[in-house]
């Protein structure tokens, strides 16, 4: 019975930290209905107005568009190469795996300036700046660390005595590994697409650099409304990708949390 004020303190604090951090971004959802053209907050009116102009804007939507491209190539890309970086990662015994898992996730922790400098020097060389290309090679980079930490979290519950009874019962590897492996750790693979996708379609350091006026994705098109003219558009599309974003790594994060149980 003691315990229980500190755990309502502990839940309280809990509650607290939770409205701190999500606040800044549910800030935006009364604003994407604001009736004036401003950015004011609290909002006057009501009005539909900017969602509509995302829909029917030409700009808006053709950003929108390239960036579901990009982030769907990348998404492909990125589970591939992760998945199998992840399961070569768990077969090695020796010593270098974790020094190359560290190397594989670098991305996650280099600063993103530092990463875009980097890639737009080589871009400039190899003409990859404002081409579908260059974003799915940038992005895929940046997203290949969350595929294979999803993956591994798998792996590392996955018995690999069941590849051992498989290959006893006449399957060869590759069957083994599509009837067995494959199906078990497939939670864990979703989950890393879903968040290599995120990765991708949200990413706007990289993609400032790299971009051009004939290629912009959504994050880069926002960053050029609100710091020319302030539209209030980008409050509905802040909306927009908060609600799709929440879905999709809620999403990412039940699949994950069902495979580490399972």
């Known amino acids: 019975m003691r315990l229980a004020p500190f755990r309502i303190l502990l839940g309280l604090f809990c509650l607290l930290v939770a409205v701190w951090l999500v606040m800044p971004t549910l800030v935006i959802i009364p604003m994407s209905f604001n009736e004036k053209k401003s950015l004011a907050f609290p909002p006057s009116g009501f009005s539909w107005q900017w969602y509509e102009n995302f829909f029917t804007n030409p700009d808006w939507l053709t950003s929108f568009f390239n960036s579901l491209r990009v982030a769907g190539l990348v998404a492909v890309a990125a589970t591939l190469i992760g998945t199998l970086a992840a399961l070569g990662l768990s077969r090695m015994k020796h010593s270098g795996a974790g020094l190359l898992r560290a190397i594989l996730i670098t991305p ?8 875009a400098i980097g890639i737009y020097a080589v871009y400039l060389d190899y003409h990859l700046v404002g081409t579908t290309t260059g974003f799915v090679i940038a992005h895929t980079m940046l997203a290949i660390p969350f595929v294979i930490i999803a993956v591994s979290a798998s792996l590392e519950v996955f018995d690999v005595r069941l590849e051992t009874a498989a290959a006893s019962l006449g399957a060869d590897r590759f069957t083994a590994f599509r009837t067995v492996t494959l199906p078990l750790i497939a939670p864990g693979i979703l989950s890393g697409l879903l968040f290599a996708f995120v990765t991708s379609f949200d990413e706007i350091i990289i993609a400032l650099f790299i971009t051009s006026p004939y290629l912009k994705t959504l994050p880069v ?7 020319r003219d302030a539209d209030p558009t980008v409050t509905a599309v802040g909306t927009i990708i908060f609600i ?3 879905l999709v790594i809620s999403a990412g994060l039940i699949i994950s949390s069902k495979s580490t149980r399972g």
């Open 244 to 246: 799709a974003t929440t």
């Open 221 to 227: 098109q926002i960053f050029t409304s609100i710091t």
């Open 108 to 115: 996650m922790i280099v600063p993103g300036v530092v990463l």
